[in-house]
Nanobody, 122 residues
Framework: QVQLVESGGGSVQAGGSLRLSCTASGRTFSGYAMGWFRQAPGKEREFVAAINSWGINTYYTDSVKGRFTISRDNAKNTVYLQMNSLKPEDTAVYHC???????????????WGQGTQVTVSS
């Protein structure tokens, strides 16, 4: 089992920045690819970003490219999502997720965090 706990959400104005963190426990963190997903009210959960187990490869959904950066610190068992130039449409609950496979983490993660709320006002 892998337990994931997100933090860092909050309310910001459009154009602002937030950094989300997700700390993992339970298994060897460096053995897992990590991802971020989000779910806005009334919408399905959508993939945002992923990073492979050693932090070499990253992948983003088109709507956040150039604005969001995913990174990880395996010594701290933590994955981050730096979000800049935030827009009202980024408002959602953000969840981190884990899977041993970099391919599968983007589609069907094995483990999920509870989520952290991000609200962007115009």
């Amino acid at each position: 089992q892998v337990q994931l706990v997100e933090s860092g959400g909050g309310s910001v104005q459009a154009g602002g920045s937030l950094r989300l963190s997700c700390t993992a426990s339970g298994r060897t963190f460096s053995g897992y690819a990590m991802g971020w997903f989000r779910q806005a009210p009334g919408k399905e959960r959508e993939f945002v970003a992923a990073i492979n187990s050693w932090g070499i490869n990253t992948y983003y959904t088109d709507s956040v490219k150039g604005r969001f950066t995913i990174s990880r610190d395996n010594a701290k068992n933590t994955v981050y999502l730096q979000m800049n130039s935030l827009k009202p449409e980024d408002t959602a609950v953000y969840h981190c997720a884990a899977n041993p496979s970099y391919t599968r983490v983007k589609i069907s993660p094995d483990y999920w965090g509870q989520g952290t709320q991000v609200t962007v006002s115009s």
